[in-house]
């Protein structure tokens, strides 16, 4: 059963979809604030609950500026709350910080990224915008612009039933334009997948669906968001590149090998993660669905062909343990079981994967994916590079 929990994967706050009040009760809460000033005072002092999450009640104020109007998620760094700005008139996302000192630290550091974003920004990052920031009764509170749902999300609403391949390429587009200008910034984001690109608008149309139930003839539907725009949100892990690096960096299913192999990682992790999404979206499917290393690089070979011996001989004392004297992996000996061998053979080759998905005689898909998933961070596409492929150009 393990294969069924690889997409149980741990959820950002940003992606869990709230229970949204109809518009009637929030017409009620936003007006019962007017000309009544006094309830705009912060509630009681709570204490936090037992791991650091602060404790609140729907309709109470976060400052006298911010009434919490729904709880949108939450994750091990804190809770996102949907609020009303009362200054601004309008519904915003306040990320609130656990009251710990590990994640008060990472939360400084992901302000101080947010705000180099927003003051170089050249109007059209497509990074989600910080509003504002404030420290409330010891919890980092990051005032964000609301979004609509993540990809991930509409994929999963979707019964994973994956994009059309001209909106793949609109989200494409858009995620290295996001990325490039980061990368220009210095900055690299190495958390990068569909939980962490959201939809800038929720509002969708409903289209049958190709496919029918088994049982009947009954037409099924899919939806579609009616814009393509997108923005890139959590930048809690992103690195300015001329500063010390963690080891392990990235979520498991859109972690570069070089990271694995313990090499040292920069820029090129991120392009690595944008292949794996693009794979992803035109296949409903998370290309590598493993939480082990062995395996993990098992399943690269079977898609994209043998790992190069010269990154096999420099892997780190760690990662020596997965190949041979020859410097070749070491699969299937090493393999943890025979359900693991089974999931990387039913795995197949890159074009193969593409070519069930998308009309390969129109798309130059698979073309740019063997760029972006190059085994050698020096030769892999550089987000300016992949923007300028032919897959990019306006389909005739």
Known sequence: MERERTRKRPR?????????????????????????????????KRNDDREGHYVFVLGENITPRYKILSKMGEGTFGQVLECWDRQTKEYVAVKVIRSTRKYRDAAMLEVDVLQQIAKNDR???????????????????????????????????????????????????QLLESVAYMHELHLIHTDLKPENILLVS????????????????????????????????????????????????????????????????????????IGCILIELCSGEALFQTHENLEHLAMMERVLGPLPEHMAR?????????????FRLNWPQGAVSRESIRAVKKLDHLKDIISRHVDTSRSSLTDLLHGLLR??????????????????RIPA
């Open 202 to 273: 929720s509002e969708y149309v409903k289209l049958p669906s190709c496919k029918k139930r088994v049982s009947s003839d009954e037409t099924q539907f899919r939806c579609l968001p009616k814009s393509s725009a997108i923005k890139l949100i959590d930048f809690g892990s992103a690195a300015f590149d001329n500063q010390s690096h963690s080891s392990i960096v990235s979520t498991r299913h859109y972690r570069a090998p070089e990271i694995i192999l313990g090499l040292g990682w920069s820029y090129p992790c991120d392009l690595w993660s």
């Open 12 to 44: 950002l706050a940003w992606d869990i979809a709230p229970p949204q009040p109809s518009q009637s009760q929030r017409d009620v809460v936003v007006a019962g604030d007017e000309g009544l000033e006094k309830r705009h005072a912060s509630p009681p």
């Open 314 to 326: 420099r892997s780190s004392r760690g990662a020596e343990k997965y190949f041979r004297r020859s």
């Open 375 to 392: 085994y050698d961070p020096s030769e892999r596409l550089t987000a300016r590079e992949a923007l300028d492929h032919p897959f990019f």
């Open 123 to 173: 109007g059209n990052s497509r990074c989600v915008q910080m509003r504002n920031w404030f420290d409330y009764r010891n919890h980092i509170c990051i005032v964000f612009e609301k979004l609509g749902p993540s990809l991930f999300d509409f994929l999963k609403r979707n019964k994973y039933c994956p994009f059309p391949v001209d909106l793949v390429r609109e989200f494409g587009r």
